[in-house]
Each structure stands twice: as C-alpha cells, then as structure tokens.
C-alpha cells in the first residue's frame, strides 16, 4: 500500500520559512517523480513544483512562477522522503500543500499524471 505522509506545515509570519517533508512508503520511491501541489481556501489545487526521479541524482526540477526563486524541491532517495523549501513566505502562499508521486519522468503540473496523493498538511501565512 502506498502512502504519502506530508509534514512540516505551521504557522508562519509573512517573510519567514518552512520546509515541508513529504515521506513515501510502498514504492520504489527513486523511481517516481514528486510533485508538490497546494489548495488555498475556495480555489482549486494549483501546482508548485516537482522533482523528477533519478536513482543517481534528483532529477531536476521545476516551478510554478509563484514559486520561482522562493521555492526549493528536493529529495533524498535514501530515506524515501521529498522536501519543499518555503522561504519568503508570502501570505497568499496560504494553503494546504499536498505531494503527489508521477510515475512519469516529466509529469509537470498535469495532476492527471499524479498517480498517489498525500493528505496535505497546512501552512498559514500571517501578514
């Protein structure tokens, strides 16, 4: 069974930092590509950013404009885990962040090529 576990999210006042960890189990976690999606209230999910897979290194990386230059995705195969780091933090980056796995090298921001989800953890922006 596959699972995603998302943690890291807080409360965070505009200007600072977090980084989420996004822990898989259940697959061959250096084969998958990871992406990071996020849901603010009454609006849809939008994409982040995501790591491709490689078993020798993490793959490359790309991000949404809101996240270009703020943002880090990275990975380390050896302890199945994905991480977005947050820095800048804007309050409009409120929302509930959610990894996702993409047995596609380049599945970018189509979330239909996202074959596992993570139950999101939250982060808070205040101003």
């Known amino acids: 069974q596959v699972q995603l576990a998302e943690s890291g999210g807080g409360l965070v006042q505009a200007g600072g930092s977090l980084r989420l960890s996004c822990a898989a189990s259940g697959l061959t976690f250096s084969r998958y590509t990871m992406g990071w999606f996020r849901q603010a209230p009454g609006k849809e999910r939008e994409f982040v950013a995501v790591i491709r897979y490689s078993e020798y290194s993490d793959g490359g990386t790309y991000y949404a404009d809101s996240a270009k230059g703020r943002f880090t995705a990275s990975r380390d195969n050896a302890k199945n885990t994905a991480y977005l780091q947050m820095n800048s933090l804007k309050p409009e980056d409120t929302a509930v962040y959610s990894c996702?796995?993409?047995?596609?090298?380049?599945?970018?921001?189509?979330?239909?090529?996202?074959?596992?989800w993570g139950q999101g953890t939250q982060v808070t922006v205040s101003s």
């Open positions: 996702a796995a993409s047995s596609y090298y380049t599945p970018g921001n189509l979330e239909k090529l996202y074959t596992y």
